[in-house]
């Protein structure tokens, strides 16, 4: 099925907000470096897949379209009780290179391509300038939530870094995602799937 999303820090301490719609965005300390792969995942823990070749800093071309891009989604180690890591991998899979805004995506919930507006807290700090993703290379971005029994589900994740939404492909999932109230946290975008960490 298909989701969306936007990336994430490990730090609980909110050390500012501004609202922006039904989105609660808001600021924490800057994760420490460490690892986002899958378990038994070839290249293992805090390496990018195989066949994933990031993008590269700076460039003129084109901001990329929700066309364009495509968003994966890669299951972290490490979450504890009902808490879920990933790494949102956001790939170029057009024929033309365009670029994305350093910072953070937005994200949002919903299926079917109709997402509305995830309220968010945003962690680490963003880079300046842009982001280009030649065809076939990518960017990625951490998330983290909880998925506690008893808390409500949504349709599934979107993130929007383009012109619009795309949804995210959860590998696996079937029917809604479960996803505790004012939960969702999200990294900056990254060349690396190293720089933010959720792992505890």
Same mark, same amino acid.
């Given at each position: 099925m298909a989701v969306a999303v936007a990336l994430a820090g490990c730090g609980h301490t909110k050390a500012g907000s501004t609202t922006s719609g039904t989105s609660k965005v808001t600021s924490s300390p800057e994760a420490s470096p460490g690892g986002t792969g899958t378990p038994g995942a070839k290249g293992g823990p805090g390496t990018v897949p195989p066949h994933v070749k990031p993008g590269a800093r700076g460039g003129s071309a084109a &901001?990329?379209?929700? $066309? *364009? =891009? +495509? $968003?994966g989604w890669r299951r972290q180690p490490g979450g504890k009780g009902g808490e879920v890591l990933a790494t949102v991998i956001l790939t170029n899979r057009s024929a033309k290179p365009c670029? =994305? %805004? %350093?910072g953070w995506a937005t994200f949002g919930k919903g299926a079917s391509g &109709?997402? +509305? +507006? =995830?309220?968010? #807290? &945003? $962690?680490?700090?963003?880079?300046?300038?842009? @982001? #280009? =993703?030649?065809?076939g290379t990518s960017a990625f971005e951490g998330v983290r939530y909880e998925a506690s029994k008893g808390c409500p589900s949504v349709g599934g994740f979107g993130v929007r870094a383009g012109d619009g939404w795309s949804g995210v492909r959860v590998p696996g999932q079937r029917g809604? @995602?479960?996803l505790c109230p004012d939960s969702f946290t999200a990294g900056? @975008? *990254?060349l690396a799937m190293t720089p933010v960490d959720f792992r505890k």
């Open positions: &901001r990329c379209t929700s $066309a *364009q =891009l +495509e $968003a670029t =994305l %805004a %350093a &109709r997402f +509305e +507006e =995830l309220r968010t #807290t &945003r $962690a680490g700090k963003p880079d300046t300038g842009t @982001i #280009t =993703l030649k065809p809604p @995602i479960t900056t @975008i *990254q």
